[in-house]
């Protein structure tokens, strides 16, 4: 290489720098599911305030039990699935495989039991509501059951995507590390 007033290096024309300007696709693919996974953390966050907005006015009885139910039993775990979105996203800046797979692991344990559980838990309550029509929760007019299953199939979906992109992540920065060792 020459300096800016020597001579230019031989065998080049100057117009040998796009191979410089491209990022490899691991990086791009990084980037995108990084992408993906703080939207669905947000999504989760958003939930999981809703969750605990229910427990705590149902607990200090903040309006009555005949606008907001009383929580079923599988919302209080449920409540420890924050731990998951704090570690994905104490995980996404830095690249820290140690804190995304804490993440993958107890998104199992602390989002995805939680919901499989409450299915199981509310089913003789929905299976009430659909052969007799009758409903004795309400969430502000709505029966309890029928908003809770809403959000079981919502947060379900949002944990689903969640570990899916983050395994894919996982392996971009896997493979990412596994040739920077060879190199």
Known sequence: MASRAGPRAAGTDGSDFQHR????????MSVALKSEIRKLNIVHLLIWILMAAQVIVSQLS???????????QW?????????PTIFSFLALPRNNISYLV?????AGLFC??????GGMEMFPVAQQ???HGKAYRFIFGFSAVSVMYLVIVIA???HA???????????????TTQEKKKK
């Open 21 to 28: 300007e491209r990022v490899a696709s691991h990086y791009q």
């Open 62 to 72: 903040l309006v009555s039990h005949k606008v907001v139910a009383s929580p079923y």
């Open 75 to 83: 919302e209080y775990p449920y409540l420890l699935s924050i731990i």
């Open 102 to 106: 804490i993440s993958m692991i107890s």
């Open 156 to 158: 379900v979906q949002v």
């Open 112 to 117: 995805v039991a939680p919901l499989i559980y």
């Open 161 to 175: 995507w969640q570990i899916y992109y983050s395994k894919k992540l996982l392996d971009q920065w896997f493979t």
């Open 129 to 131: 509501l659909y052969r």
